[in-house]
C-alpha cells in the first residue's frame, strides 16, 4: 500500500497538469454531492443543471492554479460569487477558492498569501450575508464557518510552503558540506603531493650530487692512486645506499594513515648534521661548522627542515660555487634557532642550471612552522642562506 502511494506521488509530481487537476476534481465530487442531499436531511434529489454548471465552471481554473495562483484564485473566487448570486442557494461550499487560497498560500510569500486569505473571506462572507435567506439566524453561523475555512486553508498553505523551504535549506546545506568537503579532501591531498615532492626534490638532488661529485674524483685518481679511487667508490657505495634508505622512507609515507614517520627510519633532524658534513666533506668540499648557545632537542618536524634547509644550501654551494668554503652557523637563542650557511664563491666557479624549486622548498619549510629564510647574495661575496626556526623543546622519546 505504501509503495503503491509513493508511486501515485512521484507521478503527481512529475505531471503538473495531473496534480493540478486532481484537488479540482474532488472539489467537484464533494460540491456536487452536497448540493445532492436536501436542505431537510432526508432523500436524495438530482443537482439543478444551473447548479452543476456553476460548480464546473468554478473548478475549471484550477487546472491552472500552480502556474499562475493568483489569477486563478481572483477567478475562481468571482465564479463562486456569481454561482451562488445566480443560483439563490447557501448551499454550496467554496471548495475551489479554498483550493485557490492553499496554492497561493504554498507558492506565494506569506504576505501575498494572507493578503489573498483575507480578501477571499471577506468576499465569501459578503457574499454569504447579500444572498437572502428564509431563515436569517444562520447568517451569522455561516459566514463565520466560511471564514474558517478560508483561514484554514491559508495556514496549511502556509505551513506546507514553510516545510518546503525548510527542507531546500537543508538540501542546500547538505550539497555546500558535501562541497566543501570535496574541496577540503582535494586540497589535502594537493599539499600531500607538494610536502612529497618537496622531500624527494631535497634527498634526490643532495644524493644525486655528492654521488657525481664522489665519481668524478674516482675518475681522476683511478690511473693515479687506485686506493684513494677506492675510497672514493666506497663513499658513493654508502652515498647510494643512504640515498635509497631515505628514498624509501619518503615514499613510504604515502602508505602512513597519519604524517608521523616510520618507527625504524626516524626523519633525519640536526643531530644529523655532522654526518650530512662529512657526507660533503669526502667530495673535497670544505664545510666549517659553527654552534653558539646552548644546544638543546628541536621537535622532530622543526629538526626536518632544519636538516633538510642546511642540507640544500650545501647542494647548491657544491653545484654553483664549486671549491668555495661553506661556514654553517648555529645560533641557539631563548626561543629562536638562527641557522645560516654561507660560501665564499662568486657562484661562477661551477654554474648550473636550476628550476629554483630548493630556494622554495626551503623558504616553505621555514615557514610552515612559523619561521623566517632569506636567501641571496652576500655583501662579502658568495651566497647566503639564513633562517630562523621557533624553538619549542622536543618531548622525550619523540626520535
Known amino acids: 500500500m505504501q509503495a503503491m502511494f509513493n508511486h501515485w506521488r ?84 467554496p ?44 447568517v451569522a453561523t455561516s459566514v463565520l464557518v466560511r471564514i474558517d475555512l478560508v483561514l ?7 505551513a506546507v ?27 589535502r591531498v594537493t599539499e600531500e603531493r607538494v610536502r612529497i615532492a618537496r622531500e624527494l626534490h631535497d634527498v634526490v638532488a643532495h644524493h644525486i650530487t655528492l654521488v657525481n661529485a664522489q665519481a668524478g674524483v674516482a ?15 666506497g663513499a658513493i657505495k654508502e652515498t647510494s645506499r643512504a640515498a635509497l634508505e ?24 640536526l643531530e644529523d648534521l655532522d654526518g650530512l658534513v662529512d657526507g660533503f666533506r669526502r667530495t673535497g668540499m670544505t664545510v666549517e661548522v659553527t654552534r653558539t648557545g646552548a644546544a638543546r632537542p628541536l621537535a622532530p618536524a622543526t629538526g626536518l627542515a632544519a636538516y633538510r634547509i642546511v642540507q640544500e644550501a650545501l647542494t647548491n654551494t657544491h653545484k654553483h660555487a664549486g671549491s668555495a668554503t661553506a661556514h654553517i652557523t648555529l645560533v641557539y637563542g631563548t626561543d629562536t634557532l638562527r ?11 661551477r654554474p648550473g642550471p636550476g628550476t629554483g624549486h630548493g630556494l622554495i622548498g626551503m623558504r616553505e619549510r621555514a615557514t610552515a612552522f612559523g619561521g ?21 623543546v622536543a618531548a622525550k622519546g619523540n626520535r
Open 161 to 187: 510552503r514553510s516545510r518546503r523551504t525548510k527542507l531546500a535549506l537543508v538540501e542546500q546545506r547538505a550539497v555546500l558540506a558535501e562541497q566543501t568537503r570535496e574541496e577540503e579532501a582535494r586540497r
Open 339 to 349: 641557522l645560516t650557511v654561507a660560501d665564499d664563491g662568486d657562484g661562477t666557479a
Open 372 to 392: 623566517t629564510l632569506t636567501a641571496g647574495t652576500s655583501p662579502r661575496g658568495g651566497f647566503r642562506v639564513h633562517a630562523e626556526l621557533p624553538l619549542p
Open 152 to 158: 484554514l486553508a491559508a495556514g496549511l498553505g502556509d
Open 246 to 269: 631515505e628514498l624509501r622512507a619518503t615514499v613510504g609515507l604515502l602508505r602512513q594513515a597519519d604524517d608521523s614517520p616510520p618507527s625504524l627510519a626516524p626523519a633525519p633532524g
Open 95 to 138: 471548495g475551489a477558492s479554498l483550493v485557490a487560497v492553499y496554492t497561493v498560500a504554498s507558492l506565494r510569500p506569506r504576505r501575498t498569501a494572507w493578503i489573498t486569505a483575507a480578501t477571499v473571506a471577506v468576499a465569501v462572507a459578503a457574499t454569504a450575508v447579500g444572498v437572502g435567506l428564509e431563515d436569517q439566524s444562520g
Open 10 to 93: 512521484r507521478w503527481l509530481a512529475a505531471h503538473d497538469r495531473a496534480r493540478d487537476t486532481l484537488p479540482a476534481a474532488v472539489v467537484l465530487f464533494v460540491a456536487l454531492w452536497a448540493t445532492a442531499v436536501p436542505s431537510d436531511g432526508h432523500g436524495w434529489t438530482w443537482p439543478r443543471p444551473a447548479e452543476l454548471g456553476w460548480i464546473t465552471l468554478a473548478c475549471v481554473p484550477l487546472v491552472f492554479r500552480s502556474r499562475a495562483p493568483l489569477v486563478v484564485a481572483a477567478v475562481v473566487t468571482v465564479l463562486e460569487i456569481l454561482a451562488r448570486a445566480a443560483t439563490g442557494t447557501q448551499g454550496l461550499v
Open 219 to 233: 675518475q681522476h685518481l683511478v690511473r693515479t692512486d687506485a686506493e684513494k679511487a677506492y675510497r672514493a667508490l
